[in-house]
């Protein structure tokens, strides 16, 4: 099986990439970090990767609105980076880095000709505050996305304060008849509603893909759950499985997304 490499994306304020490299190296794959001034400067080491990764935190403190200045920075390397998406490679951005796809346009790019052109936006929470908290997800059993592929409901922690999924009719539609609304927020038994939508994104959405599936932005951490004691109910989960009888696993649900990644390249 082919290992593929993998590019954390760092500096100016992002802040999760031990856990990000952690998780590629979990699930199989080599991993570096990679500060974004080399990656403007060196843009031709995207030629060395199979898998380019914007974590998250709060790059330049968020001041010009959470991933803009990244995502202005990056227009830069605009000709690479579309190379780089050409390819059969995966791209993923976790929070901050998913508002930096979506600033940049990469998320959704409903077409190849909206590509680098946003047609949506990541908004402040209705509730007025930054969100921390464990969510259950639901991973869409039809969308194409390669990185939720066969997850069906899991959970893993939010932190964010600017979370709610927006954009128009026309293109909330197209993600929905494309299959890319891949992760909606949903309570344990998978069902979606208004009570379990933490930051009020329209569809409670969670997570999107591009058309292709392999381009993934979500604004949940899945690095925060890639070990089963992680989870902040731990021991109450462990005493349930044992009184059935059931396994206690070694790792968390968040793992599978990168599993699914290396999968890919096998």
């Known amino acids: 099986m082919p290992t593929p490499h993998a590019l ?20 199989g794959a080599t991993a570096q970090r990679l500060h974004l001034n080399q990656l403007i400067t060196h843009p031709e080491v995207l030629d060395t990767a199979q898998i380019l990764t914007f974590q998250g935190g709060f790059s330049y403190g968020d001041d010009t609105g959470s991933g803009r200045g990244v995502a ?12 780089f998406f050409q390819r059969d490679t995966l791209t993923l951005g976790v929070c901050n880095g998913f508002q930096v796809l979506t600033n940049l346009g990469v998320l959704p790019a409903t077409t190849t000709d909206h590509r680098f052109t946003p047609q949506g936006a990541l908004l402040r929470n209705q509730s007025h505050t930054y969100q921390c908290q464990w969510v259950h997800l639901r991973s869409a059993p039809d969308s194409p996305c390669v990185w939720t592929q066969n997850l069906g409901v899991w959970s893993t922690g939010i932190a964010h304060g600017e979370g709610q999924w927006y954009c128009p009719d026309d293109v909330l539609h197209t993600l929905q008849s494309q299959g890319q609304i891949a992760l909606q927020y949903c309570n344990a038994d998978g069902e979606v509603s208004p009570q ?9 959405i969670a997570g999107i893909c591009d058309p292709t599936g392999r381009i993934f932005g979500l604004m949940p951490h899945p690095e925060r759950h890639l070990h089963f004691t992680n989870h902040p109910q731990h021991t109450a989960r462990r005493l349930a499985l044992q009184a059935t009888g059931q396994p206690v696993p070694t790792f968390g649900e968040g793992r599978g997304i990168f599993d699914n990644a290396v999968r890919y390249f096998s």
């Open 8 to 27: 954390i994306i760092t500096g100016y304020g992002f802040n999760c990439d031990p856990e990000t490299l952690h998780a590629y190296q979990l699930a």
């Open 72 to 83: 202005n920075r990056l227009r830069q390397i605009i000709p690479h980076l579309d190379q």
């Open 196 to 204: 379990t939508n933490p930051n009020g994104s329209r569809q409670s």
